[in-house]
Antibody
Framework: EVQVVESGGGLVQPGGSLRLSCAAS????????MTWVRQAPGKGLEWVAN????????NYVDSVKGRFTISRDNAENSVYLHMNTLRAEDTAVYYC??????????WGQGTLVTVSS | DIVMTQSPDSLAVSLGERATINCKSS????????????LAWYQQKPGQPPKLLIY???TRESGVPDRFSGSGSGTDFTLTIRSLRAEDVAVYYC?????????FGGGTKVEI
């Protein structure tokens, strides 16, 4: 059974940092691109970042470049999103997804990040 | 960046009737190298993650009912739900995966 489980969300002050984790199982993790997509409360979906099979290729949406870093550990079947200099507009549910190519097959249930003082 | 524009924002459809959702990209997502459209459709129900319905603009994901179909090419795409069922109430998103940044449309809320 495929499982994708995010963790690490919570309340953080503006300017603070947070690391999200995503643990995957039930599929060959190292064959998949991994991605983070977020959804602000009551809003639509926004792609944030993705990373290729071995971590050598990473892409980011402009609004997080220089602040967020995506990484992965294939030995642990995990992907991470390191978030620095957080802003109120980063408040969202963050979903982790697994993609063949860039087609998102598997998703987690999401983890909520709230940036507020 | 490729901008994805969906229409309408919402629509109400009677049970058993057809729902049609449109998606337009600001530039073509058709690859000349493989003649494929890099366009997917997702369904999202409240409190749930998105679910992949359609990829390559018209290929149905395994397990997706055949009342869902995708069509279009280049910059104009359509998701059709033939004979709407109560469990189809959701928000539907198109998304291109032609190049980074990947972008989603604003979503279309389908109601009964």
């Amino acid at each position: 059974e495929v499982q994708v489980v995010e963790s690490g969300g919570g309340l953080v002050q503006p300017g603070g940092s947070l690391r999200l984790s995503c643990a995957a199982s039930g599929f060959t993790f190292s064959n998949y691109w991994m991605t983070w997509v977020r959804q602000a409360p009551g809003k639509g979906l926004e792609w944030v970042a993705n990373i290729n099979h071995d971590g050598s290729d990473k892409n980011y949406v402009d609004s997080v470049k220089g602040r967020f870093t995506i990484s992965r550990d294939n030995a642990e079947n995990s992907v991470y999103l390191h978030m620095n200099t957080l802003r109120a507009e980063d408040t969202a549910v963050y979903y982790c997804g697994a993609a063949v190519g860039w087609i998102f097959d598997y998703w987690g249930q999401g983890t909520l990040v709230t940036v507020s003082s | 960046d490729i901008v994805m524009t969906q229409s309408p924002d919402s629509l109400a459809v009677s049970l058993g009737e057809r729902a049609t959702i449109n998606c337009k990209s600001s530039q073509s997502v058709l690859s000349s190298s493989n003649n494929k459209n890099y366009l997917a459709w997702y369904q999202q129900k409240p409190g749930q993650p998105p679910k992949l319905l359609i990829y390559w603009a018209s290929t149905r994901e395994s397990g997706v009912p055949d009342r869902f179909s995708g069509s279009g090419s280049g910059t104009d795409f359509t998701l059709t739900i033939r004979s709407l069922r109560a469990e189809d109430v959701a928000v539907y998103y198109c998304q291109h995966y032609y190049s980074a940044p990947l972008t989603f449309g604003g979503g279309t809320k389908v109601e009964i």
